[in-house]
């Protein structure tokens, strides 16, 4: 959607970098998510944010983090704890708490060599 | 929330109707099936929802049958560009530890060919 950016489209990091990914969106919604897909597979949540200076894990955030300092922004950063770093990233926003319609962002696909 | 089974791949003439079906026989009272697509390394689109009547939008119509138990995403007259992975998924909207949360299965890969 246009209203939802996410970058870089393509990231590539050297194993044991810290990385940041960008999700902004400028249709004022609330809450804001974070899923990751692997090839041939479906997406998995990672956090989720429904408003500013919140958010909670979702059912992989292990070797993630996030911020929610401002309603537009909700970064992801993947650690160096992260064991399998290399997937498709994608951020989603809803209008209100997370049993509104999601719609997503282009993704980021993160290469970890 | 409530698993969905769909055929792994469909095929479909351009300018026919794409008729794209869902299985979803242990959906229970609040759960709303949606449906989004998914273009090779590009985001889900988001296509249309509904909870029991029958929905249409501008891009596709939803059927859900009377029980509930299975539905049917429609596509009216396809083109080229509606080659896509069709991911069909039945969604509680009560909240609990699923808050949120979009459960994507393996879809149907659907092939528009010319």
């Known amino acids: 959607d246009g209203g939802i950016t996410q970058s870089p489209k393509y990231l590539f990091r050297k194993e044991g970098q810290n990385v940041t990914l960008s999700c902004e969106q400028n249709?004022?919604?609330?809450?804001m998510y974070w899923y990751r897909q692997d090839p041939g597979q479906g997406l998995r949540l990672i956090y989720y944010s429904q408003i500013v200076n919140d958010f909670q894990k979702g059912d992989i955030a292990e070797g993630y983090s996030v911020s929610r300092e401002k309603k537009e922004s909700f970064p992801l950063t993947v650690t160096s704890a992260q064991k399998n770093p290399t997937a498709f990233y994608l951020c989603?926003?809803?209008?209100?708490?997370?049993?509104?319609?999601?719609?997503f962002g282009p993704g980021t696909r993160l290469t970890v060599l | 929330d409530a698993k969905t089974t769909q055929p792994t791949s469909m095929d479909c003439a351009e300018g026919r109707a794409a008729n794209l079906p869902c299985n979803h026989s242990?959906?229970?009272?609040?759960?709303?099936v949606y449906w989004y697509r998914q273009i090779h390394s590009q985001g889900p689109q988001y296509i249309i929802h509904?909870?029991?009547n029958n929905e249409t939008n501008e891009m596709a119509s939803l059927i859900i049958t009377e029980d509930r138990k299975s539905s049917t995403l429609i596509l009216p007259h396809a083109t080229l560009r509606d080659t896509a992975v069709y991911y069909c998924?039945?969604?509680?909207?009560?909240?609990?530890?699923?808050?949120?949360?979009?459960?994507f299965g393996q879809g149907t890969i659907l092939t528009v060919h010319p």
């Open positions: 998924i039945v969604r509680s909207l009560a909240g609990g530890t699923s808050y949120g949360k979009l459960t």
């Open positions: 509904g909870l029991k």
């Open positions: 989603a926003i809803s209008k209100g708490p997370g049993t509104d319609t999601q719609y």
């Open positions: 249709l004022n919604h609330d809450a």
């Open positions: 242990t959906i229970s009272g609040n759960e709303y």
